[in-house]
Structures are given as C-alpha cells and as structure tokens.
C-alpha cells in the first residue's frame, strides 16, 4: 500500500489542522495506521494509531488535543489536531501495520510510510 499524507501548514499556538493519510495500492482497512512526528534535532515519536478493527491509541502529549480518524470509503486515515501548541512544530509522517495492538507504538514495525507533512506552530 501507499501513503500520502496532506494537510500541514502554519497555524498560529490555540489554532487547529487536520492531516490526512490516503492510501492507494491497498485499503486502510487492512492495516493499523499510525501517525508520527519528528521534530527538529528529535527522534521520531508515536502521536496516534487507527485500528484495522477501529481502535485509537494516543500518545500523552496530544492526548485530549488530537483525534484519530478514518473514511473507508474515501480510503483515508485523518488526524484532527486542535488547540496546537509551538510543541507540537515538526514533520508528520503516517505509516500503516499489521503488528499486533499492544506494539503499534513502535515504529520499526511499521512496514508501509508516506512522505512526511511539516506542521508548524507559531505566532
């Protein structure tokens, strides 16, 4: 399958974005999808994860600000980002999986990836 992920901007800090994951070659369905991010001089990190059965996972520090989503008619795996924070500046890159629910954090498990989206924060 093939990820394209879309969406990124600048918003100013208490702003919102949604990104996008549209996959082609293969269906969401299928597959865990994930969103990370890297920011400058930083690892990538976990952000969110869509179950292949419609589970959501969150990591700690959008969790609340951010929601997972997914349009199987349209393909698409969407991460709604709200009251965005000058933190939350970096390249979003979505990825899809078939490890199992309790590893989805892990991003070496991730064997499908779109080129990244920058979002950036600032007033």
């Known amino acids: 399958v093939q990820l394209q992920a879309s969406g990124g901007g600048m918003v100013q800090p208490g702003g919102s974005l949604t990104l996008s994951c549209a996959a082609s070659?293969?269906?969401?369905?299928?597959?865990?999808v994930g969103w990370f991010r890297q920011a400058p001089g930083k690892e990538r990190e976990f952000v969110a994860a869509?179950?292949?059965?419609?589970?959501?996972k969150y990591s700690d520090p959008v969790k609340g600000r951010f929601t997972i989503s997914r349009d199987s008619a349209k393909n698409t795996v969407y991460l709604r980002m709200n009251n965005l924070n000058p933190e939350d500046t970096a390249v979003y890159y979505c990825?899809?999986?078939?490890?199992?629910?309790?590893?989805?954090?892990?991003?070496?498990?991730?064997?499908?990836w779109g080129p990244g989206t920058l979002v950036t924060v600032s007033s």
């Open positions: 070659g293969g269906t969401v369905r299928s597959y865990t």
């Open positions: 990825g899809a999986t078939t490890v199992v629910w309790g590893r989805v954090k892990e991003e070496n498990h991730y064997i499908h």
């Open positions: 869509f179950g292949w059965s419609g589970n959501t």
